[in-house]
């Protein structure tokens, strides 16, 4: 039976791993490899690294740090957690399984992909983004395109022109689902409106992104971000009981356990904002508490 399994090896599952076996607790991370880690180009936001850190290697360098203290992975994808009824849980991945008394849900979260040829390519080199938060502050002064309906398309349009550039909301006809309020608060921000829907949209290092549109002129931009939304994989948590909020973000309390006992999250798929940094945090105050309810 181990102290505690836990079920994603991110910005979040690592780091617990490192402070429950820094604990000399016995966990284990199990991780199926698909960390929103590895399509930063460039993270400028994570304190310790002025400089800025692509994605990738920061998590070469958390898998290091974890395996520094020993912390157990194992690769593979849970797909599904029962609960014991001696207490604690029970967790599969195909024919593996694992006894453990409580579980850490770091199971990340999982970006809308947009219609965009060699996505891959163009999130590598931040042509496309998808988190404004992250790196909004780099559009300074570029021609910056948000593909994404109705009031979550508007809200990160105005959200991103905040930050002195020149942006276009490519709107797919979503326009006439706003308020007229909304609508003039985009035109004060100097916010463009496309409505006709991209027929197709490329990229190229060097030449930043062109959108192809129905019946006109191709509109070209330095970058685009996507706000299509993001899901939130919780069903291994909301199939044992837990609450979650309709994005699939799990409700947790301030010990960031879910709303079944001995069930934690942390990190994009618990409650809050999407960033490294809170990740980290979450998964410190979540190892935390299972230490000291053991
Ligand atoms: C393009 C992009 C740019 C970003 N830029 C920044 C930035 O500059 N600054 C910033 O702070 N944040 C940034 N972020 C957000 C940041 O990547 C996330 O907030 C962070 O990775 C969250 O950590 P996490 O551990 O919750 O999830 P992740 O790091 O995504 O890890 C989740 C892990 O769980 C695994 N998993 C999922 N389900 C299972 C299962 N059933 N069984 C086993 N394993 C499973 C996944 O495969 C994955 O390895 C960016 C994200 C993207 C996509």
Redesign the pocket.
Known sequence: MLDCLV???????LTAGVYLHRYRRTALV????????Q??AK????LGFPDGIA?AELLDRIRAHAARFKVPVEQ????RVTALPEGGFEAF?GSRSWRARTVLL????R?VPPEVEGLKDA?KHALV???PV??GFETQGHRVAVLGTDVHGHGEAAFIAGFGNEVTWLSMGSRDALKPEQLATLEQLGVRIADARPRRIHCAPGQGVTVELDGEEPLRFDMMYSALGLRH?SG?ATALGANAHEDGQLVVDGHMQTTVPGLYA????AEGL??????AGHAAIAATAIHNRL
């Open positions: 079920i994603g090896g991110g910005a979040a599952g199990v991780d199926a490899g698909q960390s929103r880690l399509w930063i993270t400028r936001n994570v994605g593979g994808c849970v797909d991945a770091a199971t990340g979260a970006d999130l983004r998808y988190c992250c790196d994989p291994l942390a990190g994009d798929v999407n960033q490294i940094g809170v990740a």
